[in-house]
């Protein structure tokens, strides 16, 4: 209510429903937790709480954990050293998410309003030596929007599995898209404005996209950084050209992926419009009032396809998680979302 703390700050009044209720908030220090025993499952939570605490560094988070001062990290606290230190052990887990990491296109760019010109930027990716090589968690790569995971109704298989990759990795097809739009070899099209948030895989990545459309495309772009802060501002106000972005479903289902390119939502982000987008934002609109899941699933791999032919994104990996515990932590594990689960943790 105005004028009083919101409920979020204090144990006392921070509601729960999970296996565990707040205790204790230390401010930047942890959240401590507490077996709830009005939990539905209660008896088969196992632990009687958590400590979770709150470190900044990944560095500092990896030595508290080589010294055993934290039985589990996960997330962004789990980088390219972590990995290389607990890569080939039991220790190590790895989740798949239902989401995606991408980039937007400033579509109302007059030189990026031309889908050919994004095509072209699109193809002219290495995604899997980006994956493989830049990315600590390895994903996979991204030839298509909607992730692996999401079930195709009316199939054994998956949605991506079912509607095939969507993307061709071609850098001579690419330059020819370039030169037909009228920008060949990159001439005639201005230098890129590329804004990432200011982590370092986030700066490693734009760094070798950078260079993949200036040796393939001879397309110019400058990298611009920013803390996460005042970065989603610069996205709302649309001061790129070509920005960082990412997407988790909230449910498995593939409008929890493709209702992000609806035009009420792509207004703040892409500026895609014209007939297509329209086309697209009616299919979306129509899945939502079917029925029919086997129609639907229709309609869903039909926007993908128009959604990956004009190409307002560029879709380059799908998300996944890691967990690094301790070997006597049973039972800790990510779920289809990321979210970290303590409900069916043990400590031996």
């Not at 400590?51 to 900044?56: C, D």
């Amino acid at each position: 209510m105005e004028g009083q703390e919101p409920w979020t700050k204090s144990a006392d009044t921070y509601v729960c429903n999970g296996a565990f209720t707040l205790e204790k908030i230390n401010p930047q220090s942890s959240y401590v937790l507490k077996k709830n025993p009005n939990y539905y499952a209660a008896d088969s939570v196992k632990l009687d709480g958590v400590e979770i605490v709150i470190i900044q560094s990944p560095e500092s988070a990896l030595s508290a954990y080589n010294a055993g001062e934290i039985d589990a990290m996960g997330d962004n606290l789990v980088t390219s050293q972590a990995i290389d230190q607990y890569g080939n052990t039991e220790e190590l887990k790895g989740y798949d998410k239902i989401g995606t990491r991408y980039y937007d296109f400033n579509c109302s760019k007059e030189y990026l309003s031309n889908p050919d010109v994004r095509r072209a930027l699109a193809m002219a990716i290495d995604r899997r030596t980006i994956c493989e090589s830049i990315v600590p968690s390895k994903p996979e790569p991204a030839y298509g929007f909607v992730p692996y995971g999401i079930p195709y109704e009316g199939s054994s298989d998956d949605f991506r599995t079912v509607s095939g990759d969507l993307i061709k990795e071609d850098v001579e097809a690419a330059r020819k898209l370039l030169a037909d739009a009228g920008y060949p070899n990159g001439e005639g099209l201005p230098v890129l404005t590329f804004i990432v948030t200011n982590t370092k895989e986030n700066k490693d990545i734009a760094q070798v996209i950078q260079s993949m459309w200036k040796d393939n495309l001879g397309v110019q772009a400058d990298i611009v950084t920013f803390e996460s802060k005042v970065y989603w501002d610069e996205q709302k106000a649309g001061n790129f050209d070509i920005c960082f972005d990412g997407w988790t479903g909230d449910y498995l289902d593939p409008d929890t992926n493709l209702n992000c390119f609806t035009q009420a939502r792509a207004y703040n982000q892409n500026r895609w419009s014209g007939d297509n987008a329209m086309k697209y934002d009616s299919m979306i609109e129509e899945c939502r009032n079917l029925a029919d899941n086997s129609k639907r699933m229709e309609i869903f791999k039909e926007a993908e396809a128009i959604l990956m032919d004009e190409m307002p994104i560029i879709p380059l990996y799908y998300l996944n998680a890691v967990v690094l515990a301790k070997p006597d932590v049973t039972g800790l594990v990510k779920n289809a979302n990321g979210h970290t689960l303590f409900r069916n943790a043990d400590k031996l």
